[in-house]
């Protein structure tokens, strides 16, 4: 008689476990989804804040009578410095680099704002058809 009335006890103990390792094994992935949501999120704010100090680093070196690589350098250097004195310091100098690229190619050191330039970068060239057309 014992065994029977122990029965219906096993049975919830068993139930009981069964849910908490679900339980646990979906909270688990929920975190892990959230953590992953949240470096995104991190890296997207280092991403745009490493852009704006590039921007502000190669605006100031515009009229620094400087060659192109001693301004190259001297931006990564200030975008390198900024970075440390903000706490960021795990920042690839590879992405320092790109940033600093690309902020240099968005500034007034390039062209690529003026539409004149755009204008002739996207025009036909006709000095090629004339080649295709004698070869």
Do not use: C
Request: without cysteine; aromatic residues 8%; charged residues 20%.
């Amino acid at each position: 008689m014992e065994i029977i009335s122990a029965i219906p006890e096993y049975i919830i103990t068993a139930v009981v476990a069964a849910a908490f390792a679900y339980g646990f094994k979906f909270v688990e992935s929920l975190i892990h989804e959230k953590t992953l949501h949240v470096k995104t999120a991190q890296s997207k704010e280092l991403w745009s804040f490493l852009e704006q100090i590039a921007m502000t680093a190669v605006n100031s070196l515009i009229n620094a009578p400087m060659t192109g690589d001693a301004k190259f350098d001297k931006a990564t250097t200030i975008v390198q410095e900024t970075l440390n004195r903000q706490g960021f310091k795990n920042v690839n100098l590879e992405a320092i680099n790109t940033a600093v690229q690309a902020a240099y190619e968005k500034s007034d050191l390039t062209h690529s704002n003026d539409p004149v330039f755009a204008a002739i970068a996207k025009a036909p060239n006709r000095a090629n058809k004339v080649e295709k057309a004698k070869g």
